[in-house]
């Protein structure tokens, strides 16, 4: 046997198809060398995550702290274009952006990206024009386009089907804290006004993206590569993350449950032909009609909570977050369920449904009391379907580059999901917001209908492959998942 520094990728043993019952029990080596994964790859990535999102929904935070002033971004639509212009890139430099990490290894390629943007966040602290920020915010979006989806993709490739949607939600929590924690940081920050003759809003960013930068270089030294690669040395630390027998094991297991070990070749017919399945299209359909919800309380909800609910600035900020920190526990709980019993589809529902309830208290009802009851409700429901989403996604699907395909379709659906947040909110309906509201609204019926075709078109499927008249997904003994 091979020393455990040794270069060579490992062999993947127990190369059968994918396994339809029920889960295998794991033995103590395995739990062992699953929580070893689970420590290495779930802080490191949602912390830098956690950041991400932060700088990437700290506009409003910036605005009412005095950017709105000094920009002029009331004047017409220039804050919701500065919302959305972010997006274009991001959903464009998506799939290349998945391609790359392949190629390079996430080792190497997400930290650097985290770098680059942590570096333009500070600029836009610097920004004496509308137009400057716009430009700051066109590279944050080409930036920060492979990261999410590379993050996903990365811990995809990790994990069985059954045990995803757990590691998907505690790598979202943190970033869903984060979001909600961000306004009483911001606030904090922009009370920094006037050191070093610089505004408010501009201590924010500076500050936030001087963090950023320190979290990039801690990357490097603490992500690791795809589970194939994970015997090589690292490149700062010159040793590997697991040992010859480890990666057969974390392989092994991979092999037995979905068949897509080894890594399959990306060719341009073969990009055609994962394109050609309907059902990677439906998810970043779905995702995208969940993150119209999410990033419309992520630039929004500071805003309705000063304008319309009548707070304070500081109240707005601070109140931001209680609804984050229950989203992160309704989440959590969600996906324990999820993996527990082996269901995605109703889950989606459930959050959905939670979601309706919430928006419609808070568009409709007259006290004030009852309407932030309704902002935590909506909070979590679409905050809850982030994994959820994505969790269904991988567990119908199979082939490491097809759910790298998908993933940055996804991912990119969900970035639509902002720039259509960023527009439907105008500026004549505020304080309210009712469209905006009612969109919201309509959006989380059609992701429950679309859920509930599911149940039949899968159903049938899978009776049909019981009864041997098709093969699902290219492997003997795969079951589409409800």
Same mark, same amino acid.
């Given at each position: 046997m091979k020393r455990s520094g040794d270069r060579r990728s490992p062999r993947v043993l127990g190369n059968r198809g994918p396994a339809s019952g029920a889960p295998e029990r794991e033995d103590k080596e395995t739990r062992r060398l699953i929580r070893k994964i689970d420590l290495r790859l779930l802080p490191t990535l949602a912390v830098i995550y956690a950041f991400a999102l932060i700088d990437r929904v700290n506009l409003p935070n910036a605005r009412i702290a005095g950017m709105d002033e000094d920009l002029g971004l009331s004047i %017409?639509?220039?804050?919701?274009?500065? &919302?959305?212009?972010?997006?274009?890139?991001?959903?464009?430099?998506?799939?290349? $952006? /998945?391609?790359?990490?392949?190629?390079l290894g996430p080792a190497v390629w997400l930290p650097s990206l985290v770098v680059c943007w942590g570096a333009t966040t500070i600029g836009l602290g610097f920004v004496s024009d509308w137009t400057q920020a716009l430009g700051c915010r066109i590279i944050l979006g080409v930036l920060e386009a492979g990261y999410y989806p590379g993050c996903v993709f990365l811990l995809s490739c990790w994990y069985v089907r059954f045990e995803v949607q757990k590691r998907f939600s505690a790598f979202y929590l943190l970033a869903l804290l984060a979001s909600g924690l961000s306004n009483i940081l911001a606030y904090g920050l922009s009370e920094m006004k006037g050191i070093q003759g610089l505004n408010g809003w501009q201590w924010i960013f500076i500050i936030e993206g001087a963090i950023t930068i320190a979290l990039g270089f801690l990357g490097y030294i603490f992500i690791v590569d795809f589970p194939d690669k994970a015997t090589h040395p690292s490149l700062i630390t010159r040793r590997p993350f697991l040992t010859l027998p480890e $990666?057969?094991?974390?392989? $092994?297991?991979?092999?037995?449950?979905r068949g897509d070990a080894v890594v399959d070749k990306l060719t341009p017919?073969?990009?055609?032909?994962?394109?050609?399945?309907?059902?990677?299209?439906?998810?970043?359909?779905?995702?995208? +009609? /969940? @993150?119209?919800? &999410?990033?419309?309380?992520?630039?929004?909800?500071?805003?309705?909570?000063?304008?319309?609910? %009548?707070?304070?600035?500081?109240?707005?900020?601070?109140?931001s977050f209680p609804p984050y920190v229950v989203a992160a526990v309704w989440m959590f709980s969600t996906a324990y369920v999820a993996d527990r019993f082996r269901m995605r589809g109703a889950?989606?529902?459930? /959050?959905?449904?939670t979601a309706v309830v919430g928006v419609c208290m808070m568009a409709f009802?007259? @006290? $004030?009391?009852?309407r932030y009851a309704g902002v935590f409700l909506g909070v979590a429901g679409a905050n809850s379907n982030v994994p959820s989403i994505l969790s269904y996604m991988h567990n119908n699907i199979v082939g490491q580059m097809k759910r790298s395909v998908a993933s940055a379709l996804l991912i990119g659906g969900g970035a639509c999901g902002g720039i259509a947040a960023a527009n439907i909110f105008r500026q004549q309906d505020a304080p309210a917001y009712v469209p905006a509201m009612a969109t919201v609204i309509a959006t989380q019926v059609l992701s429950i209908l679309?859920? +509930?075709k599911n149940f039949v078109v899968y159903s049938r499927a899978n009776r049909q492959a019981d009864k041997g008249e098709r093969v699902l997904e290219g492997q003997v003994g795969f079951r589409q998942t409800l």
């Open positions: %017409g639509a220039r804050y919701s274009i500065l &919302t959305m212009i972010f997006f274009i890139p991001y959903v464009i430099f998506q799939f290349p $952006a /998945n391609i790359i990490i392949r190629k $990666a057969r094991l974390i392989l $092994a297991r991979i092999q037995r449950d017919s073969l990009i055609l032909r994962h394109l050609r399945d309907w059902k990677i299209w439906e998810f970043a359909w779905l995702y995208f +009609l /969940n @993150n119209v919800v &999410t990033y419309s309380f992520g630039y929004f909800l500071p805003i309705i909570l000063r304008s319309d609910m %009548g707070h304070s600035v500081a109240m707005s900020q601070i109140l889950i989606i529902i459930l /959050n959905c449904a009802l007259d @006290n $004030a009391d009852a679309h859920v +509930l």
